[in-house]
């Protein structure tokens, strides 16, 4: 239980209905959002704040989620947590300092495992983002708000690489010049998106956007999950989003922060558990060139976060936090390694080039 000093986050507790005494435990405290659980001994519910600063609607992530949960409750039988409503019968609340608070029911018996143990947990989380897509194959995207502009947009990514290039610091693009050339140099990852976004055979869809194990509900008794949470991200996107994430955090036998890069590799059995389990799911949702080319999901999302860190270092590091001067390039060389290794692996087990 925390020792609560911050007023805002007691008003926010109230507003949604907590009269002393009640128990409050931090749940996350990201670099964006902060995350509590808040119980008294009528009620429990995640209680979050949203980042005024990140998401400058944060009213849209809100409205998002009420929109999905409808849905979902309305047309299907897939289930996620049921938003909380303040005692003004408001979505959402607004404290002094703007940051807007919203929450969800907490679901009893619960937890989530930040990084699969065995090819298992990560099938079980493929066939959880999966079905939450193929849930809402329904539902009519131009309904949502997108809540950040060209997230995954790898075009609007590389654009930004080359940007930095132009303005970025000249110590740094010398000490990473071999890294430079080598994204430059494979770019077929940036070729491959361009043609999608214009090819009506590549469907946009409702995808979560950060499908990582973290944000799947596991059942404590029966290890079974039970949905994903944390939907700040819904917006429409493409067939490689969720699954690729998946592919980048899972299947990795390192952390995008490990320097021991001639351990990093794919884990074979773990990338096969996410693809089955995410075709699985999917069903006859991909279309024929979706289905040709999902190989590409990982290739786009590693090579678009090796992008994003190279920019971030070029811009002397004024996106990602950083523990220590050199870190966001040892992450770009990271995930460049992974890169090299995924695109092995597909050669070797499935025959797949770009």
Known sequence: MLNITDTNLLKATR??????????????????????????????????????????QPEDIVNNYLK??????????????????????????RDEAMNCWRATCFIEGTFTPEIPKVPEEAYLAAISFGNFTKALSGFNISELKTIIPKFHDLAF????????????????????????EYLKIQK??????????????????VMHHDAKLS???????????????????????YFFSDLGDMIRSMACTQSESSVDFSSIDIHPDFYKAL??????????????????NIHYSGLIMIYMQALRYMTDYLNNDIYYRIEYKEQNFDRAKNQLVLLKKLEGFLKREYQFSV
């Not at 309305?74 to 049921?82: G, L, Q, V």
């Not at 944000?215 to 996107?237: A, E, H, R, S, Y």
């Not at 389990?277 to 991909?286: N, S, T």
Request: proline letters at 5%.
């Open 68 to 93: 999905i949960y409808d849905y979902l409750k309305n047309h299907t039988d897939y289930s996620i947590p049921a938003p909380v409503k303040t005692i003004d019968h408001d979505n959402y609340f």
């Open 275 to 292: 693809m089955n389990g995410y075709k699985e799911a999917i069903k006859d949702e991909f279309t024929v060139a979706e289905k040709k």
């Open 188 to 205: 077929s990852p940036v070729d491959f998106y361009t043609g999608i976004t214009t090819n009506p055979e590549y469907r946009l869809r």
């Open 157 to 180: 990514r590389y654009e930004q690489f080359l940007e930095a290039l132009k303005k970025g610091s000249v110590e740094r693009k010398e000490k990473a010049a071999n890294e430079i």
């Open 15 to 56: 507003s949604f209905g907590f009269e002393s005494p009640f128990e409050i435990n931090l749940i996350s405290n990201g670099l964006i959002n902060s995350t509590f659980k808040i119980s008294d001994k009528f009620k429990t519910i995640i209680l979050q704040k949203l980042n005024h600063y990140v998401f400058k």
């Open 215 to 237: 944000n799947i509900l596991f059942d404590q008794k029966t290890n079974k999950v039970i949905c994903p949470v944390d939907f700040d991200t819904i917006q429409p996107g």
